[in-house]
């Protein structure tokens, strides 16, 4: 089979996976759902300004975190070595990504809906917010099924990801909160084209470097 192929039956699989564990996906939309409304809560709905696209952000991170470190670490090792029988390297590491990115633009588009309605809107131009939004998705899930793909050839992979993706995700996150601020505060969209260009340079980056590598992570 061809690589395009190859990841299309993956993708195919991961989805008929996910269909029929409902219940993780569900989890994962209700601990987004319910981390907002604690939020609301806690600031009696008086949120304000930067603290407002901060807390987004925040909220968003730690959804990822729970939605993207099953790729690899949860997945149990007869699965791994079954795939490895059937598909390239390449391949399995490319279906991840795509599937997470799918599955992350799912969770921030239903994030953003329900924390609009939670903390009114007040971004100004929403339009340019949802790419900051769309990006950021893309960005968490390249970077966390890269991560996930190496910690778990691990003895402790929960604590390994933490380490490998701090100093990936932190600048990423300052990133995507000045961005995502222009937009928030409604000025001229070429003062946010530099933050564009970086986050898909590195999203480029990022899914290369995991085509080059993880064939060797496969080896191991």
């Not at 260009?197 to 080059?212: E, G, Q």
Request: hydrophobic share 55%.
């Amino acid at each position: 089979m061809s690589l395009i192929h190859q990841v299309k039956s993956l993708i195919t699989k991961e989805l008929i996976l996910e269909w029929r564990s409902r219940y993780a996906l569900n989890g994962i939309v209700l601990y987004v759902v319910s981390t907002i409304f604690v939020c609301y809560l806690s600031f009696k709905g008086g949120i304000q300004g930067p603290t407002w696209n901060v807390l987004f952000w925040i909220i968003l991170l730690f959804a990822s975190i729970n939605a993207l470190v099953k790729s690899f670490v949860q997945e149990p090792a007869g699965r791994h070595l079954y795939l490895y029988t059937l598909a390239s390297p390449q391949a399995i590491i490319l279906s991840k990504i795509i599937y997470n990115c799918l599955l992350m633009l799912l969770l921030s588009t239903l994030a953003l809906f329900f924390y609009q309605i939670v903390f009114s809107n007040q971004v100004q131009d929403l339009l340019f917010y949802f790419l900051a939004v769309l990006l950021g998705s893309i960005s968490f899930a390249s970077v966390f099924t890269m991560i996930s793909g190496i910690a778990a050839k691990a003895n402790n992979p929960g604590s390994l990801m933490a380490v490998l993706s701090f100093p990936v995700i932190i600048p990423l996150l300052i990133l995507l909160i000045k961005f995502s601020k222009n937009a928030m505060d409604g000025l001229d969209r070429s003062v946010s084209y530099d933050e564009i260009v970086i986050l898909l340079s590195l999203n480029v980056l990022v899914i290369a470097s995991s085509l080059v590598l993880f064939p060797y992570l496969w080896r191991d």
